[in-house]
């Protein structure tokens, strides 16, 4: 089992679709959760982090459930511009440095 | 955040040549990575950069291949070695920036490289 695991999509939806995205993690002890966009020729760019209250950064809301150890993305309203890929990436914690990232989910938002 | 350079931007190499790559962060970080991303993949990890000491390789990837410098807090190079067309790949690095108290990772441009 991949210790970070994304469904690959891809994900097809019109514009102002909301559309989500789950990630599950293996490892129970990590503490930092990121959602990273990956626009087609270009290097991965964080997107927002997740915390354990769950946030909001206008449409996109992250959610953690380390119970069932997921995280969430949720986009609101889809633009043309949300279509890229989005990693998920789970880091130990406590200056553990790298993280560990999923395999993405492609997302195209057509008209 | 930390704004990280990658030079060269993309090469094309001929088989059996080597490649070496370079990283160039705007402030001291403590760690420092270099990935692979293979077409239509995502990130692998090739090694931890560690300043004044020698990388440590993750599993698949040696120090004879992809031989690693970091000489100071801000800057590192990834040597690709004796390349063949499997090594054709996007690398990228990357720094960790636990300045808010989180472990965000951030990443360069990006090397674009094909091996014919």
């Known amino acids: 089992r991949k210790e970070v695991e994304q469904d690959p999509g891809p994900f097809n939806v019109p514009e102002g679709a909301t559309v989500a995205f789950n990630c599950t993690y293996s490892?129970?002890?990590?503490?930092?959760f990121f959602w990273y966009r990956q626009d087609c020729r270009k290097e991965p760019k964080l997107l927002m982090s997740?915390?354990?209250s769950g946030n909001e950064d206008g449409r996109f809301t992250a959610q953690l459930n380390r119970a069932s150890q997921y995280i969430s993305l949720l986009i609101r309203d889809s633009k043309l511009s949300d279509s890229a890929t989005y990693l998920c990436a789970v880091n130990p914690g406590t200056n553990a440095g790298k993280s560990t990232f999923g395999d993405g989910t492609t997302l195209t938002v057509k008209p | 955040s930390a704004v990280i350079s990658q030079k060269p931007s993309r090469d094309i190499c001929q088989r059996g040549t080597s490649l070496t790559i370079q990283c160039q962060v705007d402030s001291q970080v403590t760690m420092m990575f270099w990935y692979r991303q293979q077409p239509g993949q995502s990130l692998t990890l090739i090694a931890t950069?560690?300043?004044?000491?020698?990388?440590?390789?993750e599993s698949g990837f040696v120090i004879d291949k992809f031989p690693i410098s970091r000489p100071n807090l801000t800057f590192s190079t990834l040597t690709v070695s004796n390349m063949s067309p499997e090594d054709s790949s996007i690398y990228l690095c990357s720094v960790v920036d636990s300045g808010r108290g989180t472990d965000t990772q951030y990443f360069g441009p990006g090397t674009r490289l094909t091996v014919l």
């Open positions: 997740v915390y354990s």
């Open positions: 950069a560690n300043q004044g000491s020698e990388a440590t390789y």
């Open positions: 490892n129970s002890a990590s503490q930092s």
